[in-house]
């Protein structure tokens, strides 16, 4: 089967090891991918070609490049002729101008069609983009939900085809391993590392927290925005003073050095009118390198960590903090978490499983049954 999937999330080098793990498994497959993309900070993200085997990874010019909701791409139609493409996989939310875009030249063309959707809020959208979202809720041969919260949203807003739950991306094993040994002289070392700080990511109560556990723990922040003074202030005033350090924005594959570095990893992300969390990858990423991991009770945090991680209530720092003492004090429970987080990643997250079940999808879609196992 021939499929393209046009994605500006794949122009990160870690996440194109899922489509090695897709093309590996009989699909001919070809990815379209800006340049780079803008993120909400203004910064220029660009293209890594890291994991490139196997399959096409074609770079193509984007309108809007930074809007979330009206870029498109203007040599998307020649690319779907010269593909001649049995699938489009518009790896964007139903209500995104590119969708539309994609569908349409995928209909036009013959191609069956899926879009991806992590949108956990059944949120109104103003006009044009609620005619959008209806259009590619008729158009779409299915949809592939990042939680299942999501699915439970495309339901309410009326659509009615094949809905599929699959995270966008897991974790290479290969790269996110657990250290080879423990230094016991390091200070209990707590971190969270998911790109923009906001408020409402919940870092504020991570910074309490941390405080509040007393003796030599340490908190370090990977990640960069507009809460960065207000949590270093915090962080002053709580007397963590050397104890607390915000790394800046560093390249994807150097994540996993980090993540080895921490004791415990923590999300502890407060829902807010428009948005509650779609999914927690740096959980997932903890746990492939044997760290134990905590998180709020917010949207698939819980539905994610499973038995392999503690849950506090959303925004109680308090609680955090006993959640944190439990696992620096008691070593069998943080050894049991380790293991059941590694094996929940390596039976549910990895590129690998991610990759078979989209393939599993692709070939539902076109009604192809799946080859005989060898």
């Known amino acids: 089967m021939r499929v393209l999937m046009i994605s500006k999330a794949c122009i990160a080098g870690a996440y194109q090891r899922k489509l090695e793990e ?12 800006p340049p780079y993309w803008r993120d909400d900070a203004g910064r220029r993200v660009p293209l890594e070609r890291r994991h490139v085997d196997g399959y096409r990874l074609i770079e193509t010019p984007m309108a809007f490049n930074g809007n ?8 998307l139609a020649r690319i779907i002729r010269d593909v001649r493409p049995h699938l489009v996989h518009m790896d964007e939310e139903p209500y995104n101008v590119a969708t539309a875009q994609a569908l ?6 013959g191609a069956r069609t899926l879009f991806f959707t992590w949108q956990n809020l059944n949120r109104r959208y103003p006009l044009p983009f609620r005619l959008l979202e ?14 299942r919260d999501a699915v439970d949203v495309l339901r309410a807003k009326g659509y009615s085809g094949r809905a599929w739950v699959i995270p966008q991306f897991g974790v290479d094993p290969a790269l996110f391993t657990p250290s080879p040994s423990h230094d016991p002289a390091r200070p209990f070392t707590v971190g969270w590392f998911s790109g923009r700080l906001h408020a409402f990511k919940g ?3 991570l910074v309490e927290a941390v405080a509040a556990l007393g003796g030599d723990a340490r908190l370090e922040v990977l990640g960069w925005g507009p809460e960065e003074g207000n949590l270093r202030a915090l962080a002053a005033r709580l007397g963590l003073g050397d104890r607390f350090r915000i790394v800046p924005g560093i390249p994807s594959h150097e994540v996993p050095t980090f993540a080895r570095n921490l004791d415990v990893a923590v999300l502890p992300s407060l829902p807010t009118p428009r948005w509650k969390e779609q999914f927690g990858r740096m959980l997932i990423e903890s746990m492939a390198c044997g760290v134990a991991v905590v998180g709020s009770d917010s949207g698939e945090i819980p539905h994610l960590i499973g038995d392999a991680g503690l849950i506090f209530p959303t925004g109680d720092a308090m609680a955090l903090a006993d959640r944190l003492r439990q696992i620096r004090d008691d070593q069998p429970l943080r050894e049991s978490l380790v293991r059941r987080g590694t094996a929940r990643v390596h039976a ?4 690998a499983r991610i990759a078979a079940s989209t393939v599993e999808v692709y070939r539902e879609v076109l009604g192809n049954p799946a080859p005989p196992s060898t």
Do not use: C, E, K, M
């Not at 897709?22 to 991918?33: F, K, M, N, P, S």
């Not at 349409?104 to 063309?109: E, K, P, Q």
């Open 22 to 33: 897709i093309a590996a498994r009989g699909v001919d497959l070809t990815v379209a991918v």
């Open 68 to 75: 979330f909701h009206v870029h498109f791409y203007p040599a």
């Open 104 to 109: 349409w030249l995928a209909r036009a063309s």
């Open 134 to 147: 209806r259009y590619a809720y008729a158009a779409t041969d299915g949809a592939i939900a990042g939680n």
């Open 203 to 205: 870092v504020h109560h």
């Open 348 to 351: 549910h997250f990895t590129h």
